[in-house]
Nanobody, 120 residues
Framework: VQLQASGGGLVQTGGSLRLSCAAS????????VSWFRQAPGKEREFVAA??????TYNEFVNGRFTISRDNAKNTVYLQMNSLKPEDTAVYYC????????????????WGQGTLVTVSS
C-alpha cells in the first residue's frame, strides 16, 4: 500500500492550497484516509479524516479546510483556504481500512509528506 502526498508549497496568509493523496496498486475506496501535520519541534497533529464513519476535522480547522475523495482518480484531497502562518507544517496523509481514528497510531499506511509554508 503506497500513498503519495503532493500539493504543498509556499503561500501567503489568506491563500489556498489543495493537497492530494494518491494511492497506487489498490483502491482507496474502502479505506479511511486522514491528513495529519507536523510543525518543527511539535508533535504530529490530526487535521481531518474521511471514512465509513463519516468526515471529521480538528477544531482548529474551523471551516477553512475540506476533505474529499475522488474514487475514480483514487485520490483524497484536502482543500485548504484562509491559510494562516500557524498552518505551516509538513502534511502527511495516512490510510487504514474502513473507519477513521484521531490517534495517529491507529493508521497503518503513511505517505511521505508535503511541506506547506504560509508566509505572514
Amino acid at each position: 500500500v503506497q500513498l503519495q502526498a503532493s500539493g504543498g508549497g509556499l503561500v501567503q496568509t489568506g491563500g489556498s492550497l489543495r493537497l492530494s493523496c494518491a494511492a497506487s496498486g489498490y483502491s482507496l475506496s474502502t479505506y479511511a484516509v486522514s491528513w495529519f501535520r507536523q510543525a518543527p519541534g511539535k508533535e504530529r497533529e490530526f487535521v481531518a479524516a474521511i471514512g465509513r464513519n463519516g468526515i471529521t476535522y480538528n477544531e482548529f480547522v474551523n471551516g477553512r479546510f475540506t476533505i474529499s475523495r475522488d474514487n475514480a482518480k483514487n485520490t483524497v484531497y484536502l482543500q485548504m483556504n484562509s491559510l494562516k502562518p500557524e498552518d505551516t507544517a509538513v502534511y502527511y496523509c495516512a490510510a487504514r481500512l474502513y473507519s477513521y481514528y484521531i490517534d495517529p497510531d491507529k493508521w497503518n499506511y503513511w505517505g511521505q509528506g508535503t511541506l506547506v509554508t504560509v508566509s505572514s
